[in-house]
């Protein structure tokens, strides 16, 4: 006699079950009593009637389903057998893999759980039946008695459907599902299954279960898939086999991985949680003559091992070790069921690949066609967990996380070298920083005038002197500014920061950076030419040409007599040959120059004592008012030359984009 509060058992049940949890928990005790006998498999038989409402559905004329009727010709319900199922916890079908609790999920999806038993004792039958109680005897009802019967065996009936709706109402669907389930008894080839037959209670439609693998071929198994693989746990390596199928003809169902414990499916998953590209089905193409065939299926790769028996939950829902991360264990369910996606890849490796490029093109047509600012990411993003078919609103979501964590990451870059005090990872490195710096955020403005400040920052710690006592070189002032050695052809707008000297110059047609003018040695550091957007200007002789040199911090010797590095007139012999027509870019596009062509020259350099003497006392330059610069113009040339100083340059931007760094708290 038990004494067990069963309400409160069924309600503990945890989630994970479903309504079919019951049925397959009948169908395998059905199974198992097939095997405690001394008969051949083939022998054995399961037989699962469906009881439907008298009531016909209006919609669809196919009656709900009530319940089920599950018959076999097993052992019986011998005393031992009667003995367990009045057991909480029972142990008498531990190596088997019982848990002693499966049956109380029959009343937690149905009103009630009807037994009727034959099974011998000391030579002769006896008929059992019972109900299962739902207060606090397990077994009520009950009766024994001498048996007419000449076999044994029993009849299981779940009854009345509890709360809702049964999902299914097609025999054709249940029958899919319980061969889902069920599955890893029938590809079992040390233990052959019996029959195992479901059908309507008149009889008018039968399916044999078996038949799905055996002979129907709507599950095949995939050979060349099935694998087995090792992980690691805290007490050693554990060793999982998996089996690859493909099920044909799967309706509206999705590619999964089912994770099984003593041959009993316990939790599954869309295979396309980890690899974007199952969420569709796959087709298997038969080409006959002129006809083309194809026959639709989905993969579902089944997991078996020791770990996943020891494992199973009590109410075989899921399972004790943790989704993800399990630090007590040691192996995550996450962790499994990502090795086994890996193998069902391999089986539909082609496809798979050929979606994913088609995800790629459909991921490069969103940001040519709506948003180009995003170029620059599309050779470093990752698209493996990117939805199949993902909308522009999950594109653009992934495109913002992946510059989110580029921003992220070249601030700490950029706070490590100005914390450290050391110019060598600037001097290295300077032109890479800068470049991602500017190039990651162009589409938020937010985002861009932060890294403004950013940029700014690495320019003032440019500027001042190292532990040696020395300046950084032009070189590394001009990355920041300019990558050297390129041109607007090969150097991307994001990838420059020519604000840092005049907004205007973010909006010019061709900019030459240290590269030689085509036919010529003559090398300026920036050429612009310009084509301002805001008035629509192409490559016309009217638009002016900007002309730039730098020179290197605290440098004063270029105003030395004997110097050839005067970059004042560097600058004008620059323009002169200009003005000749002959130089073209170094890709062989022609600048177009007139007598009427206005030209704009600007030394950056820094304004020490003797250089502002040899401005205004031998080059006739007029200071500016703020005296961080000189000004002169050479009418015969159509030129205007301006000598600023770097502290100048500093302080203009700074002051250009205060305001901004105000509104953003960055200030």
């Known amino acids: 006699m038990s004494n067990v509060n069963i309400k409160r058992a ?25 095997e405690s006998t001394n008969m051949c498999m083939r022998d054995g038989l399961v037989d699962i009637a469906i009881k439907r409402a008298r009531q016909i559905d209006l919609v669809d004329s196919i009656p709900e389903v009530e319940g089920f009727e599950v018959v076999d010709n097993g052992i019986g319900f011998t005393d031992q ?7 909480l916890y029972s142990a008498h079908k531990i190596a088997e ?4 609790f499966g049956r109380f999920t029959c009343l937690k999806y149905f009103e009630d759980m009807e037994v009727e038993s034959s099974f011998q004792k000391n030579g002769k039958l006896f008929d059992r039946s019972f109900k299962m109680g739902k207060e606090n005897e397990i077994i009520i009802n009950e009766k024994k008695e001498k048996s007419n019967k000449n076999i044994t065996g029993s009849k299981i009936k779940l009854l009345k459907i509890k709360k809702k709706k049964f999902p299914e109402k097609k025999i054709q669907t249940i029958a899919r599902i319980l061969v889902e389930r069920l599955l890893p008894f029938f590809v079992n080839k040390d233990r052959i299954p019996p029959k195992i037959v479901l059908r ?19 599950i095949q198994e995939i050979n060349s898939a099935s694998s087995n693989f090792c992980l690691e746990r805290n007490e050693g390596e554990e060793r999982f086999i998996a089996r690859v199928f493909k099920f044909y003809s799967p309706r509206s169902q999705t590619s999964k991985v089912s994770l099984v414990a003593h041959r009993r499916e316990v939790t599954s998953v869309s295979l396309h949680k980890y690899i974007p590209e199952f969420i569709e089905e796959f087709y298997d193409r038969k ?10 299926f989905t993969i579902k790769v089944y997991v078996f091992g020791e770990y996943l028996d020891e494992n199973v939950s009590l109410e075989r829902g899921g399972f004790e070790f943790q989704k993800e991360n399990d630090v007590i264990y040691g192996i995550s369910q996450v962790e499994i069921e990502k090795n086994a996606a890996e193998l069902a890849r391999s089986a539909v490796n082609s496809e798979v690949q050929e979606r994913y490029e088609k995800k790629k093109k459909k991921v490069k047509d969103y940001v040519n066609e709506q948003a180009p600012w ?6 470093e993003i990752d698209l493996t967990d990117m939805p199949y078919n993902a909308t522009n609103e999950q594109i653009e979501t992934k495109l913002q996380k992946k510059k989110y964590e580029q921003e992220i990451q070249v601030r700490g870059e950029v706070s490590r070298i100005l914390g450290e005090g050391n110019l060598e990872d600037l001097k290295e490195n300077a032109s890479d920083i800068v470049r991602r710096i500017s190039g990651s955020t162009k589409n938020d403005l ?31 002032v001009h990355d920041i500014i300019f990558p050297r050695r390129g041109d607007s052809d090969t150097t991307a707008f994001e990838e420059h920061n020519l604000w840092l000297i005049d907004e205007r110059l973010n909006f010019t047609e061709y900019l030459s950076s240290d590269l030689p003018l085509k036919g010529r040695q003559d090398r300026p550091d920036l050429l612009a030419y310009d084509s301002r957007v805001v008035f629509r200007g192409e490559n016309e002789a009217t638009n002016p040409v900007t002309i730039f040199e730098f020179k290197k911090p605290q440098r004063d010797d270029f105003v030395n007599p004997s110097s050839n590095e005067d970059p004042v007139q560097q600058v004008v012999r620059y323009v002169r040959r200009l003005r000749s027509g002959d130089f073209k870019t170094p890709q062989g596009r022609e600048i177009l120059i007139s007598e009427n062509t206005p030209f704009y020259g600007f030394v950056v350099c820094d304004l020490a004592k003797k250089v502002r003497s040899w401005l205004e006392e031998e080059k006739d330059f007029k200071p500016m008012p703020d005296r961080l610069g000189y000004f002169q113009r050479h009418e015969n040339l159509n030129l205007y030359i301006e000598v600023i100083g770097w502290d100048k340059v500093l302080k203009d931007a700074s002051m250009r984009s205060r305001i901004f760094f105000h509104k953003l708290g960055i200030v």
């Open 446 to 476: 937010a985002h861009y005038i932060a890294l403004r400040r950013s940029v700014i920052d690495l320019f003032d710690r440019s500027l001042q002197v190292e532990g040696d006592g020395s300046y950084s070189s032009e070189g590394v």
């Open 81 to 87: 057998n009667r003995d367990s199922f009045d057991t």
């Open 10 to 34: 069924i309600d503990n049940i945890r989630s994970g079950t479903s309504v079919y949890t019951p049925i397959v928990e009948v169908i395998v005790n059905a199974i198992q009593a097939i």
């Open 374 to 379: 995003h170029k620059g990411m599309l050779s």
């Open 287 to 296: 080409i006959t003559g002129e006809e083309i065939a194809e026959k639709n």
């Open 200 to 218: 309507e209670e008149d009889e008018s439609e039968v399916i044999i279960l078996n038949e799905y693998v055996e002979t129907q071929s709507q």
């Open 97 to 100: 893999g019982g848990k002693g």
